[in-house]
């Protein structure tokens, strides 16, 4: 199972970017995808899910909540995290994050930085 992230970098505040994480390995459509982000000297919180399932109900931090939306296509093995308005609190290096048969998977991670 492999999990790659994509999407990092520096942002102006205020600012937007999208975050993506291709899946291979495991059947992507059976799978509930989370995003989760670790500050510098802080420790890795969750951000957001997205079940499976036509409805691919949707959750979020409160941190985060009207700022970003995740969201899924099956057809490609993706998730995103779409941020908008971001803050220099959303620095973060951002993880990718799904379980399948009692094991938990991670992609490497992706930083992104908020800053002028």
């Known amino acids: 199972v492999r999990l790659v992230e994509s999407g990092g970098g520096l942002v102006q505040p205020g600012g937007s970017l999208t975050l993506s994480c291709v899946v291979s390995g495991l059947t992507f459509s059976s799978h509930g995808m989370t995003w989760f982000r670790q500050a510098p000297g802080e420790e890795r919180e969750w951000v957001s899910t997205i079940n499976t399932g036509a409805d691919g109900a949707t959750y979020y931090a409160d941190s985060v909540e009207g700022r970003f939306t995740i969201s899924r296509d099956d057809a490609k093995s993706t998730v995103s995290l779409q941020m908008n308005d971001l803050e220099p609190e959303d620095t973060a290096v951002y993880y990718c994050?799904?379980?399948?048969?009692?094991?938990?998977?991670w992609g490497q991670g992706t930083e992104v930085t908020v800053s002028s």
């Open positions: 994050h799904t379980q399948s048969r009692g094991r938990e998977y």
